[in-house]
């Protein structure tokens, strides 16, 4: 397996109003593994992805194995910060519909 980013994300929790990421589960990308998840602020995401950590949403296949999703980037909306898979102008997180914890 070849390194997909600094950091898979595997699910994520919303905010009460569910228009928000308010914590993600991240595994780091060991190249050949990806490793145990632990639980991040989303304001953290934003700020190591600020400082050049990269991200990828990850999937568990029917095998079992772990599969690549879709970078996550920032993408500002009417002036707020937004973790995103794709730039469709809503405001509110979008990762793929990663499952929620």
């Known amino acids: 397996m070849a390194k997909w980013s600094d950091y898979g994300i595997s699910a994520v929790r919303y905010n009460s109003a569910h228009t928000h990421i308010d914590r993600v589960r991240a ?16 304001a953290t995401v934003i700020s190591s992805i600020k400082n050049g950590t990269s991200f990828v949403t990850i999937l568990r296949g029917t095998d079992g194995n772990w599969k690549k999703g879709q970078p996550v980037f920032i993408i500002k909306v009417k002036g707020v910060e937004y973790i995103k898979t794709v730039d469709n102008g809503k405001e509110a997180d979008n990762l793929e519909n990663l499952p929620e914890f």
Not at 33 to 40: C, F, L, R
């Open 27 to 42: 595994h780091p990308d060991n190249g050949d593994t990806i490793g145990a998840h632990s639980e991040y602020a989303r």
